[in-house]
């Protein structure tokens, strides 16, 4: 789950840089890329769209909107509603899914196996996400992930979130290891133009959510990646 950030969608700046061999370090966004989240985040949204004497929404209908922030979700369960009620009700939002983190969101299929090997191959993972820190090491735990994941760098972690690079650097400096030696796998536009930004190898992970009008295949990453097995062979984890 990310923030509000504009501007960054059908055109994503930045250079794709190629993988030279297998990383030392892979860093991936969170939902819509290792978990699918979408069931508890349209569970909370609609928690609150009960309590306010309106029908649930169908998940279809949110699910495109996680990749871009809680605000989108409520956006769309309350299209009446101008930024100041928006804001309002995000508190609500984010507490309502903090009692129901892990309920039915699950990792995607491939991705447990994916993890495994870059362990078996000596390579520590980690997350950068826009999601709030807390909640997403909630989802962590949620998952027995904790231990496993060497970094987590969260939304509000430090004062900015990407686009920006800042998290990214953030999240190779705490590894100790040079930005082009660590691939970042996103499934959203910003991730892309954080990862270029950040000098990283980029993929992008195509089963995660996406508005009718994304375009990722102009969004220039490294490489684009149908499921969770192209990645391995991308990461040299796997025979393509």
């Given at each position: 789950?990310?923030?509000t950030?504009?501007g960054?969608?059908?055109?994503v700046?930045?250079?794709?840089r190629?993988?030279?061999?297998?990383p030392?370090?892979?860093?991936?966004?969170?939902?819509?890329?290792?978990?699918d989240?979408?069931?508890?985040l349209?569970?909370?949204?609609?928690?609150?769209?009960?309590?306010?004497?309106?029908?649930?929404?169908?998940?279809?209908?949110l699910?495109?909107?996680?990749?871009?922030?809680?605000?989108?979700?409520?956006?769309?369960?309350?299209?009446?509603?101008?930024?100041?009620?928006?804001?309002?009700?995000?508190?609500?939002?984010?507490?309502a899914?903090?009692?129901?983190?892990?309920?039915?969101?699950?990792?995607?299929?491939g991705?447990?196996?994916?993890?495994?090997?870059?362990?078996?191959?000596?390579?520590?993972?980690?997350?950068?996400?826009?999601?709030?820190?807390?909640?997403?090491?909630?989802?962590?735990?949620?998952?027995?992930?904790?231990?496993?994941?060497a970094?987590?760098?969260?939304?509000?972690?430090?004062?900015?979130?990407?686009p920006?690079?800042?998290?990214?650097?953030?999240?190779?400096a705490?590894?100790?290891?040079?930005?082009?030696?660590?691939?970042?796998?996103?499934?959203?536009?910003r991730?892309?133009?954080?990862?270029?930004?950040?000098?990283?190898?980029?993929?992008?992970?195509?089963?995660?959510y996406?508005?009718?009008?994304?375009?990722?295949s102009?969004w220039?990453?490294s490489?684009?990646?149908?499921?969770?097995?192209?990645?391995?062979?991308?990461?040299?984890?796997?025979?393509?």
């Amino acid at each position: 789950m990310r923030g509000t950030e504009t501007g960054v969608n059908t055109a994503v700046a930045g250079i794709a840089r190629p993988l030279q061999g297998p990383p030392r370090a892979v860093l991936f966004d969170l939902d819509g890329t290792l978990v699918d989240t979408a069931p508890d985040l349209a569970a909370a949204v609609n928690r609150l769209r009960v309590e306010d004497g309106r029908a649930a929404l169908d998940e279809a209908e949110l699910r495109p909107l996680v990749s871009k922030g809680g605000r989108a979700l409520l956006a769309r369960a309350y299209p009446e509603s101008d930024p100041a009620a928006l804001e309002a009700r995000l508190p609500r939002f984010l507490a309502a899914y903090a009692e129901a983190l892990v309920v039915h969101s699950r990792p995607f299929p491939g991705i447990e196996a994916l993890l495994d090997q870059l362990e078996s191959h000596g390579c520590r993972w980690g997350i950068v996400t826009n999601k709030p820190e807390a909640l997403a090491r909630g989802v962590l735990a949620g998952l027995g992930w904790t231990a496993r994941c060497a970094v987590l760098v969260g939304g509000d972690t430090l004062p900015l979130r990407k686009p920006d690079p800042a998290p990214l650097a953030h999240a190779v400096a705490r590894l100790g290891v040079p930005p082009g030696t660590c691939a970042y796998v996103g499934d959203d536009a910003r991730d892309i133009a954080a990862g270029n930004a950040a000098g990283m190898p980029t993929a992008v992970a195509l089963w995660g959510y996406r508005e009718a009008g994304d375009c990722p295949s102009r969004w220039p990453a490294s490489a684009h990646c149908a499921d969770a097995g192209a990645l391995a062979a991308w990461l040299g984890m796997a025979r393509a």
